[in-house]
């Protein structure tokens, strides 16, 4: 089995683990494209979105054509599929592609998919050898099972809020969804762990990846220290709670971050800055006393690097062997010669929206190239294609699948 | 505690803590010495088993029975600190030998990144190293170089987070090894990648988070860019690592030949990124901090403030997010009047998505963190009982009871080249006696 875009493997490490916005709306990502549900609008000021499938394909601006940068940023390589899942045809679409496909992945409420026929035990009845991975908040089972998964509401309960921010402010997110992309990835892999063994045993396996476990897993040294030592954790801003100076400074046009580690460190940094003065001065000589004197000793520094641009400083301190580097905004890193080499830029061509451009994959093989890469689909845009040739339907019933509305085909393919 | 992702250069133990002597052994005393503490076993995929905890639920249970996915798989780890060792550990987790190979001395640098630490060892240590072996191996010496080409020679995985140029000057290189051991997937971890401009700076997770984005766009609203309170970079890039290691797995079955994988900090971190790169890339549109905000449905009714229902301001998303500070100040104002503790009780049911914002103590009492076996207890030959988060991923075919604890440095070096290599006791003692291996007393 080949593990690609026309293969039965859904990179639920591509999308948010959860786009609900209300009780109905979740997606069955499933092998050789996204089958949705229709999304039901209800539920308290609720947007109605009528058979918008994904719900990301609305979250905007930015749109390119009718595309959203969202949808679009999560979805190349896919094939969509639209089926109605409330519709027992539909059902039994679903039932049969998961008869022939290697993996199924799925991020319903656990419970949801087996109330309609689609849960593991009954798929793996019918093709024992069936990955079937879920994703969920909390889990599949325990005392929060039913709570839907939320980015926002997992990283608060599983302590990532509580250490992120500045050191006397509120905590907040991180910028970007990290508690659902951390799920994705492990999500990702335990998949293809099943997939190995599944070489040995030619079975199957049921995955529960959950966006608290993949959080708190996350948590390690964080976790270990109140685990083992029962010292609770605090927010730094950018600083290190035991390595002096290792954080972010404002810069007089931006920020930038040093890494100073070592003692040798400290003082090119000194040099750098010409305050080779702090090099003489007891209480900074060593780490654990820069630590202690910390206040003191960044307020010095910080007012410094407050005096000069980040390029200018980033020029000075090439070549003193202490790790910088600047805090960029978005146009900035897609300005970045190696983020341009590493193929981060990924740009192709859309069938409405015209040219696209997402990030590229973050990993490199030495036996592939990445230049076969499909773009984001559009809503059912590959039904009949996947019904002919997934499951060798005739044109017969396809047909009158289409009529019964079980399934729907988009006008482009 | 922020990692430093490394590189093959020499790391200063910022701590101070003094770092485990490791004593020569006398030929005869090494081998009863051996045969007391540590009865020969199965080479691959042995296990010590510690206490048993029930798997969550048992569906079509595989006919594998109760192995790990990986078992069998032997991965030579040549990483330190957080990325790499995260990554391994999820592969030891799954089943796979881990053969953690440690210079002679302080080792793996977080061994000495404390307080707080259990006995001798450090939490952070602890706590991304579970099922490994560790060898002490001096790769200045060209006996030890000769030892991890050995290895090389017989295992599935290699991963290794040196500079990029620094293994394959040591004859440790892809190229090299997979010369002799054409199936070896080689997994190299850097900060910025194996290749580019970029490609000999240090990876370090507070610098690649600058520079990728990720603290530009975390942080209040209007308050300075911070960093995420774990290293969310390095682990990022440790999961990208264990997935993209199976998927070369994957294709050997298929082809008999490993691959080199290229993993970096920059990358994982950009990749990431997904909607906010695609809203610059496509739309021009510049991301900012935005706090803990989000676009969400807002609960009027249980805040007892139904009068903002009417407010023609507040009637969509849209409006609301034009409207959003004036709308958040009125909320801000009644969320101070009550605990936490109220509120969500008060919000059970009604259907809208809330939570605490937990600190570390919380979420370790929380009845579904520990329901989800996240509270890993073991037994450490010297520390005692220690505590680590637990795996995240649960399988159908296999419970996480056979984990091992963290180990000391150089614990399993003769145990290693016995079995691994079927080196003779000869040889062995020889290169305990040259210093280009080391044995911890433990083993």
Known sequence: MSVGREAAVASAARRPAWTTRGPHSVGLDES???????????GPGSPGYQGAGDDTRTWGPP?????????????RNKKSISV???????????????AVCDVLVENFLPGKLPR?????????????????????????????????????IASAVSGMMHITGSEDGE???????????????????????????????GRGVHIDCNLLSSQVSCLTHIAANYLNGGQEARRWGTAHESIVPYQGFSTKDGHLVVAAATDQQFVRVCNVLKLNELTNKPEYKSNKLRVQNRRELLHTLSQRFLQEKTADW??????SGVPVGPINNIQEVFSDPQVKHNGLIQEMEHPTAGQITVPGPAVRFSSFAHDKATPPPLIGQHTVQVLRHTLSYSDDVINALLESKAVTQNEVS
């Open 84 to 98: 109605d899942l409330k519709h027992p045809r539909g059902v039994g679409v679903i039932q049969e592609l998961a």
């Open 116 to 152: 309609l026929g689609l849960g593991y035990e009954q798929l793996c009845a019918v093709n024992p050898g069936l990955v079937y991975c879920s994703i969920s908040g909390y889990g599949q089972t325990g005392p929060r099972a039913q709570s839907p998964g939320y980015d926002s």
């Open 314 to 319: 980033l020029r000075e301190f090439e070549g």
């Open 171 to 201: 905590p907040v997110r991180p910028g970007v969804a990290m508690t659902d992309l951390a799920t994705g990835l492990y999500a990702h892999g335990a998949v293809m762990a099943a997939l190995l063994q599944r070489h040995k045993t």
């Open 32 to 42: 050789s494209g996204g089958a949705l549900c229709h999304h039901d609008p209800g």
């Open 63 to 75: 749109f390119v054509g009718a595309e959203s940068a969202y949808f679009l940023s999560v979805n």
